[in-house]
């Protein structure tokens, strides 16, 4: 695969370089834009929610460097001829359901014919071009907050065959539908040293991306990870998703797990998630006055989960 063409503008602050969350570019010395896009396949029957899920997926990435979103565009994929136009309506105002919530205007969109149903968000968002967060700079004593349970990916896919209780499907729902608004507005208020949130490669994947741009090791604590309630059932039952064994494959080379545990519950960590919360590195001093802040302000999910070493040979992340 030929390598992507380097960028030469002083304006792109943060491009594809650095695998982040999203694009920032200068627009003067007070504003920058955020630019983002994402879209995602049904995890769920119910088009509204499926809509929610997709949007508040999307518009994270705007929320994990620290921006406000301003626009959003619909990217829609559907099969008109198989499903009914009612169906693609309704998609549409979940999507416009979050977008509204998170303070946004839908501008418009792009919709074209395809056999299975897709839909997700173009963002723009606006941040200071001195404020904005990226996955790169944590440091050796920094703590690690993790703002939402994982275990998604599970979860749907065990919904399949009927294993999950409908109290654990609405709870995993829940989560997944809440914006992570409320999460980087209080984040704002403390020495923020690197983001991202949790999506597609999972807690491993996404962890190491931080770690790596970083230079540092990353020690995440498995007892204090906050999971979904049956997540971990499911794969002892052995269920596992699609993602999982790319994800591992990702950071397997760089990583070590010290807790000794069973193959399926180590699978937990390669979860992929659909709009997964955030994962803020902070001074240790700052992390409990942050942690207690998010409580306060309803993000109940929230957990200190680790922390930040220095980097030893190739070993970026450590699981105790």
Not at 1 to 20: C, Q, R, S
Not at 48 to 58: C, D, M, Q
Not at 119 to 127: E, S
Not at 258 to 278: A, F
Request: glycine share 8%.
């Amino acid at each position: 695969m030929a390598a992507f063409p380097k960028n030469h503008d002083p304006n792109l602050l943060v491009g594809y370089e650095t695998h982040d969350d999203a694009g920032v570019y200068r627009l003067n010395d007070e504003l920058a834009i955020i630019t983002t896009a994402d879209f995602i396949t049904p995890p769920v029957n119910d088009p509204f929610v499926f809509g929610e899920i997709a949007a508040a997926n999307a518009i994270s990435d705007v929320y994990a460097m620290g921006g406000r979103p301003i626009t959003c565009l619909n990217l829609a994929s559907f099969p008109s001829k198989i499903l009914s136009a009612e169906i693609l309506n309704q998609i549409f105002a979940g999507g416009l359901s979050k977008i509204t919530e998170a303070g946004a205007v839908l501008a418009g969109g792009h919709t074209i014919e395809d056999n299975e149903p897709k839909f997700g968000l173009a963002v723009t968002g606006i941040v200071h071009p001195e404020k904005f967060w990226t996955n790169k700079g944590a440091k050796a004593g920094d703590d690690l907050i993790l703002t939402k349970p994982i275990g998604s990916g599970v979860l749907f896919n065990a919904n399949l065959k009927k294993w999950v209780s409908t109290d654990a499907l609405d709870e995993c729902l829940a989560v997944i539908t809440t914006l992570n608004k409320t999460a980087a507005d209080v984040m704002r208020r403390y020495d923020i040293h690197a983001v991202t949130d949790i999506t597609g490669f999972g807690l491993a994947g996404h962890s190491f991306e931080i770690a790596r741009s970083s230079g540092v090791r990353l020690e995440i604590r498995m007892d204090d990870i906050p999971f979904m309630r049956e997540a971990i059932e499911m794969y002892e039952r052995g269920m596992n998703t699609g993602s999982n064994g790319h994800n591992r494959q990702l950071v397997e080379n760089n990583l070590v797990f010290n807790k000794v545990l069973p193959t399926w519950h180590q699978e937990i960590i390669y979860d992929p998630q659909t709009s997964g919360g955030l994962m803020a590195v902070l001074p240790h001093d700052q992390s409990q006055n942050l942690l207690n802040s998010l409580h306060q302000k309803g993000v109940d999910g929230a957990r200190i989960i680790g922390s930040v070493k220095p980097l030893q040979d190739s070993t970026y992340l450590v699981f105790n």
